[in-house]
């Protein structure tokens, strides 16, 4: 059974500091793996989506890699902002395609400090 | 462009009580979903679509029904409403399956609506 988690739970940091976000998932044999962004009250936006044919998706200050043999995701956020303060979330599909595949972690809560 | 558009935003029902969450999106997505999200815990699949006509069940369906009339509207039901059915129910939707090869399949999801039953 694929299970998804993200470590760690919580983090705080001061403005200005590089971090980076994990995510690990126990069954290699996926299609592709997306990170969201979720504000408390709202829904989740799509950040950045990797195929399983790719190693990296880059957008603005975001950079996602993929590492599917030790089924490793690290989402690397520069210069961090207190605009960046949110929970993301990495969701995973996995191969054999009904929609029941698509595994989601529980998320980390980033606080970025002015 | 709207998006996708839940409605209401938060509801309180009495057990026992049914009522449905509306879902509309205006991108002419072919998939839609449902999701549910409980405090500490992942999202977790409760049904979903491939479009007009078709629905199919996903990890936690048991106390909800589906129907797909149009490619905009997805709503869902709940017809004896149960206080484990507190939660924030979140409806996406995708061009294609979450999973395919391709661009496309990005999931866009709406703001949520948060429900308690007492």
């Known amino acids: 059974k694929q299970e998804v988690t993200q470590i760690p739970a919580a983090l705080s940091v001061p403005e200005g500091e590089n971090l980076v976000l994990n995510c690990s998932f126990t069954?290699?044999?996926?299609?592709?793996l997306q990170w969201f962004r979720q504000d408390p009250g709202k829904g989740l936006t799509s950040l950045l989506l990797?195929?399983?044919?790719?190693r990296e998706q880059t957008s603005g200050r975001l950079n996602a890699s993929l590492d599917k043999s030790s089924g490793r995701s690290t989402l690397y956020i520069a210069a961090s902002q207190p605009g960046d303060s949110a929970t993301y979330l990495c969701?995973?599909?996995?191969?054999?395609?009904?929609?029941?595949?698509?595994?989601f972690g529980k998320g980390t809560k980033l606080s970025v400090k002015p | 462009n709207a998006g996708v558009t839940q409605t209401p935003k938060f509801r309180i029902l009495k057990i026992g009580q049914s009522m449905t969450l509306q879902c509309t999106q205006d991108?002419?997505?072919?998939?839609m979903y449902w999701y549910r999200q409980d405090p500490g815990m992942g999202l977790k699949l409760i049904y979903y679509s491939v479009g007009a006509g078709i629905t199919d069940k996903g990890e936690v369906p048991n106390g909800y029904n589906v129907s797909r009339s149009t490619t905009e509207d997805f709503p869902l039901r709940l017809e004896l409403a149960a206080p484990s059915q507190t939660s924030v129910y979140f409806c996406?939707?995708?061009?294609?399956?979450?999973?395919?090869?391709?661009?496309?399949?990005?999931?866009?999801f709406g703001n949520g609506t948060r429900l308690t039953v007492t």
């Open positions: 969701a995973v599909s996995r191969r054999g395609g009904s929609q029941g595949n698509l595994i």
């Open positions: 990797i195929q399983s044919s790719q």
């Open positions: 991108m002419n997505h072919n998939y």
């Open positions: 069954d290699s044999a996926i299609y592709n």
């Open positions: 996406a939707s995708s061009y294609s399956r979450f999973g395919d090869r391709g661009p496309n399949s990005p999931l866009h």
